[in-house]
């Protein structure tokens, strides 16, 4: 592996306080499609522009996350305890850069999970299923003035060129190894557990929250009838 890419598991703290140095991710396929809609649209306007270098519309945001290849490329999301997507990463991989062993990567974290490192743990994960594909180069297409996003990529060990409003970023990576393939099949296991325990924990709240309104329906009843 890449010594640059490495450091990346070395976590730093912020704002937030500590970065975990485990962050569950887990790959996601076409029927969290409408969550991850629901995830951009949630952007506001600056964080539109930076992830997509424009103020994207609700519209084109829709066009875009429908146009998604599921089969072709990757996607990747961060799950809070509810479920609910807080950051989502999108390993583009059309036949023409697939091709040429390209990828280009493309991140967004909602506005209240920022400053725990996500970004960069979304990259982590995105280049190390590159890796494990055979991809060469990974691409990454962001505004000069998206400092966190370029600041993933040099401490990732990427080549920065800016022009003008925009900054092209590559990084070029190593060929796969044993240990790029098992810390690709462990983080896509630790997603999956992930996910499985926060989606029991949701059904346990959900199965807590009916029997207690089913004792306040007891109770309210024994006091009516007492009454």
């Not at 490192?117 to 505004?143: D, P, Q």
Request: net charge positive.
């Amino acid at each position: 592996m890449n010594p640059n890419m490495a450091r990346m598991d070395t976590p730093n703290r912020s704002s937030a306080g500590q970065v975990p140095a485990i962050v569950p991710i887990r790959e996601i396929g076409p029927r969290y499609r409408d969550q991850v809609a629901r995830h951009l649209l949630a952007l506001d306007e600056h964080d539109r522009y930076l992830r997509f270098g424009y103020v994207a519309s609700d519209e084109q945001i829709r066009r875009y996350v429908k146009g998604i290849d599921f089969e072709g490329d990757r996607v990747f999301g961060i799950f809070n305890r509810k479920l609910e997507l807080i950051a989502v990463a999108h390993l583009a991989r059309p036949s023409e850069f697939r091709r040429h062993g390209f990828s280009e990567f493309g991140v967004s974290v909602a506005k209240q999970a920022r400053g725990r490192g996500f970004g960069s743990r979304l990259f982590e994960r995105a280049a190390i299923y590159a890796v494990n594909e055979g991809v060469k180069t990974l691409y990454i297409h962001a505004l000069s003035e998206n400092a966190a996003m370029i600041r993933i990529a040099r401490k990732a060990g990427a080549t920065v060129a800016r022009a003008g409003s925009e900054s092209e970023c590559h990084l070029d990576l190593p060929v796969a190894t044993l240990e790029t393939r098992v810390s690709g099949l462990f983080s896509e296991q630790l997603g999956q557990l992930d996910y499985w325990l926060k989606s029991e924990m949701s059904q346990i709240r959900s199965l807590l929250g009916l029997v207690q309104q089913v004792r306040a329906g007891v109770q309210d009843a024994r006091h009516k009838a007492g009454s």
